[in-house]
């Protein structure tokens, strides 16, 4: 029987090695999942490459992860935020490298890297500076620059609901990154707030398909701790 | 009154109007971070503008009220919104599909210098080692017009309007009207034309708060000259 | 105010030219287009290149337009079928042109089409007949070929419920092609089972979004055909 | 009693069980048409095997009884199906996507031909103007395993299994294991490895139907060679 859930977030995080690519979700705080990037501060793996949209957004994101000297390279759009000191030191004193990518570029290489799509053209930073040193061509009289797929070894995602299967479903704008990143890794881990049974999501409604997450981590509520607490 | 008359020009809500004003029934709008984020409350009535935001949803409403924030509904700028009736959630990559398809009618942008050429530079600031790129360059790419909507020069009095930009662009060619405070620029193929002077300001003194030479709509039309964008 | 509905589906098709490219949305006669297909039989537009998966899988599809002799040109992945003798004899007196494209390729090439995306490099065809003659590149050790993108001048899909605003959901496996062409035409044309008051459809659910319908026609079921016919 | 003798060998069900056996539970795998279609009725008990259409669903579910088919619920052979609690409906893009990009783990399809090195002919006869590729050539390059399921030789007697493919290729070395009425067999980088006869089947018999030469596993595990697949 197919069973993605673990009952414990530490062993959902317990195998990511040191110099694992890292894909992580969310816009800023929503649909962060924040959960298993505390999770992995207290692993501490080393020398993570990370790909997340926001860097410095909020402090319990990728930013918490760079403070704890966990990652070398950041590749992002938006890398600053009232939480980007820490990035700012470390790119300073070249302990971190730094990747900018535009995000729908961003987006798309995800999603070729879990398309199975190597490298595909787009009209996006030709003639900037995000574009110098990339190969180009023109097509249709228009300049195009060439972008490779990201995959990841993990992606840490944030769900609503999901089912054992691994169906996820999102609640409004906290889906963003998390539906493209969780086809791109070798292993997707979800961090939601419910599992219901299998059959209790609309199947015309399932965002991201069983098939691409593997593990399952259920968000202990307050009103579960304390009746945890109390034992 | 000395006061009064350095306040010649529009407010950045009359500013956020006149672009409003622009925007056509039924058009499919992305409005970015900044001066061009009020133009979401000040849509003409009984127009019907679809607001995009690249984080993943069409049909942004206005803000909530107080106390009925939800932070899985967040703009581009994540500030808490509200969805439309009509509205849909997405991912980002359909969301940049859209975007860069050229299925947008117009991106609203704000700007650090734009040409005369129509080069837009909103990212980046000389020499910054970060840089703030986001969707900016994916929408300038791929809406099918190009509005920015800013103050016409700088905190310290410099133009935003230049004869060629000295910050890393975003996009060359691309930014096709430019409405600041002090006036309604569109980029052509003859240059800069002024469509419209906002209240107080003459061509002479929006001429002097501008470092690339600007034509008069009344003077193209009358040498008969075609003004294309 | 937007209204995207069409009372006529003649007026729908109307400006359809000689020589557009169509884009037909189903897979067999599942979501297949077939009123639309229909009008179009009848509105008589010539030499027309049209993409669709199935050529020939049943009489109302895109056999309707090659047997009345309004194809030129065919692009596909499955061109055979019990309606496929027409297709047949055109290509054997070289009437019509056959573009052959692996399914996901083809899907692929039609999702660059509405993203934006001139072309991609996939593994799909490379070292096969389908891949002799287009360009090649190696990326991590394998094979790969380029593919460019397909726009059509009009798509015609087939949606099970929509609103004004042309948000569409599907109907089970009727989905198919038709999110993926919707994205890809100048002018998305969409047959639907129902159309309902804005705000009707889950926001959660809507698989093709409002931007990418631009005309909506009902079909009238046979209850309301009795009801018309009777005054 | 001569009929018997000549019915040695599975039978279709027979067939797509032993399929059936090899795929684990968890697995996602899809179903091409013909024989492979069986496989769905055959899965062992107690195991969850979610079954992909490349028309677009997970989770595919055996044949509806008569008088309940649903023409908007179809799989790649366009037949009726129903769908399984947990599966999902999807785009032609996203199945795609999920083929291509490596996430099924395994594709058990037909064939015209297979030649010793796991090269595979399945689309095209020659001189075809048509052909028939559907998403074939996209399963064999993105599925983690590619199994055929098929008769062990065509209808008029001649082996399907061939050193050099004749046919039109789906794609090259890509098979890694074959299931055929007679015999399950390993594409292996030391050739092609028979795995298990079926009964009545010896050795010998499966190699004079065979256009390609055959090694027996019990030999290669005697001679200590590494099996590799």
Same mark, same amino acid.
């Given at each position: 029987?197919?069973?993605?859930?673990?009952?414990?977030?530490?062993?959902?995080?317990?195998?990511?090695?040191?110099?694992?690519?890292?894909?992580?979700?969310?816009?800023?705080?929503?649909?962060?999942?924040?959960?298993?990037?505390?999770?992995?501060?207290?692993?501490?793996?080393?020398?993570?490459?990370?790909?997340?949209?926001?860097?410095?957004?909020?402090?319990?994101?990728?930013?918490?992860?760079?403070?704890?000297?966990?990652?070398?390279?950041?590749?992002?759009?938006?890398?600053?935020?009232?939480?980007?000191?820490?990035?700012?030191?470390?790119?300073? =004193?070249?302990?971190?490298?730094?990747?900018?990518?535009?995000?729908?570029?961003?987006?798309?290489?995800?999603?070729?890297?879990?398309?199975?799509?190597?490298?595909?053209?787009?009209?996006?930073?030709?003639?900037?500076?995000?574009?110098?040193?990339?190969?180009?061509?023109?097509?249709?009289?228009?300049?195009?620059?060439?972008?490779?797929?990201?995959?990841?070894?993990?992606?840490?995602?944030?769900?609503?609901?999901?089912?054992?299967?691994?169906?996820?479903?999102?609640?409004?704008?906290?889906?963003?990154?998390?539906?493209?990143?969780?086809?791109?890794?070798?292993?997707?881990?979800?961090?939601?707030?419910?599992?219901?049974?299998?059959?209790?999501?609309?199947?015309?409604?399932?965002?991201?398909?069983?098939?691409?997450?593997?593990?399952?981590?259920?968000?202990?509520?307050?009103?579960?701790?304390?009746?945890?607490? =109390?034992? | 009154?000395?006061? #009064?008359?350095?306040?010649?020009?529009?407010?950045?809500?009359?500013?956020?109007?006149?672009?409003?004003?622009?925007?056509?029934?039924?058009?499919?709008?992305?409005?970015?971070?900044?001066?061009?984020?009020?133009?979401?409350?000040?849509?003409?009535?009984?127009?019907?503008?679809?607001?995009?935001?690249?984080?993943?949803?069409?049909?942004?409403?206005?803000?909530?009220?107080?106390?009925?924030?939800?932070?899985?509904?967040?703009?581009?700028?994540?500030?808490?919104?509200?969805?439309?009736?009509?509205?849909?959630?997405?991912?980002?990559? #359909?969301?940049?599909? %859209?975007?860069?398809?050229?299925?947008?009618?117009?991106?609203?942008?704000?700007?650090?210098?734009?040409?005369?050429?129509? #080069?837009?530079?909103?990212?980046?600031?000389?020499?910054?080692?970060?840089?703030?790129?986001?969707?900016? %360059?994916?929408?300038?790419?791929?809406?099918?017009?190009?509005?920015?909507? %800013?103050?016409?020069?700088?905190?310290?009095?410099?133009?935003?309007?230049?004869?060629?930009?000295?910050?890393?662009?975003?996009?060359?060619?691309?930014?096709?009207?430019?409405?600041?405070?002090?006036?309604?620029?569109?980029?052509?193929? #003859?240059?800069?034309?002024?469509?419209?002077?906002?209240?107080?300001?003459?061509?002479?003194?929006?001429?002097?708060?501008?470092?690339?030479?600007?034509?008069?709509?009344?003077?193209?039309?009358?040498?008969?000259?075609?003004?294309?964008?």
């Amino acid at each position: 029987m197919i069973q993605k859930k673990f009952e414990n977030i530490a062993k959902a995080v317990a195998d990511i090695h040191d110099g694992a690519t890292l894909l992580v979700g969310g816009f800023g705080g929503s649909g962060l999942p924040s959960h298993l990037i505390a999770a992995l501060v207290e692993q501490g793996a080393k020398n993570l490459t990370v790909v997340s949209n926001n860097i410095g957004a909020v402090s319990d994101g990728v930013a918490a992860l760079i403070s704890n000297n966990q990652v070398k390279k950041i590749i992002c759009s938006f890398p600053v935020g009232p939480h980007a000191d820490d990035l700012i030191a470390r790119l300073q =004193n070249g302990a971190i490298e730094l990747e900018i990518s535009p995000q729908g570029t961003l987006a798309e290489r995800i999603r070729a890297g879990g398309s199975g799509i190597p490298a595909f053209y787009t009209p996006t930073a030709a003639h900037t500076e995000l574009g110098a040193g990339k190969e180009t061509r023109v097509f249709n009289g228009r300049l195009h620059v060439l972008e490779y797929a990201i995959t990841g070894d993990y992606a840490f995602i944030k769900g609503h609901r999901a089912d054992r299967w691994g169906n996820l479903v999102y609640n409004k704008t906290q889906r963003n990154f998390n539906p493209v990143m969780a086809t791109a890794a070798r292993i997707t881990i979800a961090e939601v707030d419910e599992i219901v049974e299998v059959g209790e999501l609309d199947p015309e409604n399932i965002a991201t398909q069983s098939v691409y997450v593997h593990r399952l981590v259920k968000l202990v509520t307050l009103r579960e701790e304390e009746v945890l607490a =109390n034992g | 009154m000395v006061k #009064d008359e350095l306040k010649v020009g529009w407010s950045k809500i009359q500013l956020a109007s006149r672009v409003a004003q622009d925007l056509e029934d039924g058009w499919f709008v992305n409005l970015g971070i900044g001066i061009p984020t009020l133009v979401a409350d000040v849509i003409p009535e009984g127009r019907e503008i679809i607001l995009h935001s690249e984080n993943g949803l069409l049909g942004l409403g206005p803000k909530p009220a107080p106390g009925e924030e939800d932070m899985d509904l967040v703009n581009a700028g994540k500030e808490p919104i509200t969805l439309k009736p009509g509205g849909s959630f997405f991912s980002q990559s #359909d969301s940049f599909a %859209m975007i860069r398809g050229g299925h947008l009618d117009a991106a609203v942008l704000g700007a650090f210098q734009v040409s005369m050429y129509g #080069d837009l530079a909103s990212w980046k600031v000389p020499n910054d080692p970060l840089g703030r790129v986001g969707g900016a %360059m994916d929408l300038t790419v791929g809406a099918k017009r190009v509005f920015l909507c %800013m103050q016409h020069c700088t905190k310290k009095g410099e133009s935003k309007i230049v004869e060629e930009c000295t910050y890393p662009l975003t996009a060359p060619r691309c930014v096709d009207r430019i409405y600041t405070d002090l006036a309604v620029i569109d980029v052509t193929n #003859d240059g800069l034309v002024v469509q419209e002077l906002a209240p107080g300001v003459t061509f002479k003194y929006l001429q002097e708060r501008t470092a690339a030479p600007l034509k008069d709509l009344a003077d193209q039309l009358v040498k008969g000259e075609s003004i294309q964008h």
